[in-house]
């Protein structure tokens, strides 16, 4: 029995475990203010849940591990999650707490214009704790997924985060995206403590200016490997133009020599969501041993199916399709242009959008 009176059963073993705060977000119906929208629309966002639902609609089977209030929000972020195929039966309801919510404008997150408006302060999620989670349900995964948003909610988080990255026989692969928001970070300790996450990690995803931000690294991907140098697998994104991947292995014991691949052009709706796509998809790759080169490609797929759409999440091609695209020559892919409705396309995008 876990610490708030839940019985804790044996969890079956699935491919990826996600823990990690949800909230309700509130789009607005049309472009402008805050204080000048009058309705929005409402949706669901959190990192590590659109992981875990992306790579379920890619035929996966994952887990959502998380905390929400026992009010209509947390019911909508449960049965929303859910639909996707995501097991939810270990996300506990909170009483005392509620459900994080936030609203923001239409723009994009890289316009001087756009609003984030964050009610998340005492959440249900914030109370995450070794002591409220089921921790054998978040171990019980092939890879267990967990971002450094998560660190950044209470104490109580980072010392879960700790517990769950702590080295420990039948670890599973935990893949850390360190997902650095300056904003949720009065800490200036912020970097330190995710830099510790990250070195403790299997498989780490960064931005390159994001490791820029945090830890100063300048110099591209290899400033980046030279500073976590600890991780079997780092990818660095490197926006639209692609990411690299360092890997140590029998090839590259040190696992210093890079491999990139180039992103394909996109017609982008709104980068909401985009990082977390492409962690899916390099996920998805991993999982099925696919080559490096494959696993970068998958994931500028799933982040290209993100980036086509309004929202945080969009349902991704089929994985034969997806399959088909990562295996085009370089000169195709390079050639490659993918615009909205690309993964409903009648044909196969290779033929339809290069020139």
């Known amino acids: 029995m876990t610490a708030d009176g839940h019985l804790s059963a044996a969890p079956d073993v699935v491919d990826v475990v996600a823990l990690g705060e949800s909230m309700v977000t509130f789009l607005p119906t049309r472009p402008g203010r805050l204080a000048d929208v009058p309705s929005f629309d409402r949706g669901i966002g959190g990192a590590e849940s659109n992981v875990a639902c992306a790579l379920s609609a890619f035929g996966h089977s ?37 459900t994080g919510v936030y609203f923001r404008t239409a723009g994009d997150r890289g316009t001087d214009g756009h609003e984030v408006a964050y009610y998340r302060a005492g959440s249900a999620a914030s109370a995450m704790s070794p002591a409220t989670v089921d921790l054998a349900a978040a171990r019980a995964g092939r890879v267990l997924h967990l971002s450094g948003i998560t660190a950044a909610l209470s104490g109580d988080c980072l010392e879960l985060l700790r517990v769950l990255t702590a080295p420990a026989a039948g670890r599973p692969l935990v893949s850390f995206d360190v997902n650095h928001r300056p904003g949720l970070w009065p800490d200036p300790a912020a970097a330190r403590v995710l830099l ?28 980046v490997r030279a500073a976590l140098p600890e991780p079997r697998l780092l990818v660095v994104k490197q ?73 945080d999440l969009a349902a991704p091609p089929a994985r034969n399709h997806a399959d088909r695209l990562a295996a085009l020559d370089d000169r195709a892919w390079g050639r490659l242009r993918l615009g909205p409705g690309w993964t409903h396309a009648a044909r196969a995008p290779e033929e339809a959008n290069t020139p």
């Not at 209030?69 to 909508?76: C, E, I, K, V, W």
């Open 62 to 98: 994952a887990r959502w591990v998380s905390r929400v209030g026992a009010d209509g929000f947390g019911q909508h972020l449960v049965d929303t999650v859910g639909r996707y195929g995501v097991d939810v039966s270990r996300v506990r309801r909170d009483s005392a707490r509620p």
């Open 196 to 223: 510790g996450l990250a070195r403790r990690a299997d498989l780490v995803f960064v931005g390159e200016d994001e490791a820029e931000q945090a830890w100063g690294t300048g110099g591209g991907p290899r400033a």
């Open 239 to 311: 926006g639209s133009g692609g990411a690299t991947v360092f890997a140590r292995g029998d090839g590259d014991p040190d696992g210093t020599r890079p491999v990139f691949q180039p992103a394909p052009a996109v017609d982008v709706v709104a980068t909401v969501g985009a990082g977390d796509a492409f962690a899916a998809g390099f996920l998805s790759g991993t999982l099925r041993g696919l080559p490096l080169r494959d696993r970068l490609r998958h994931g500028h797929l799933l982040a290209a199916a993100t980036l086509t759409v309004p929202g």
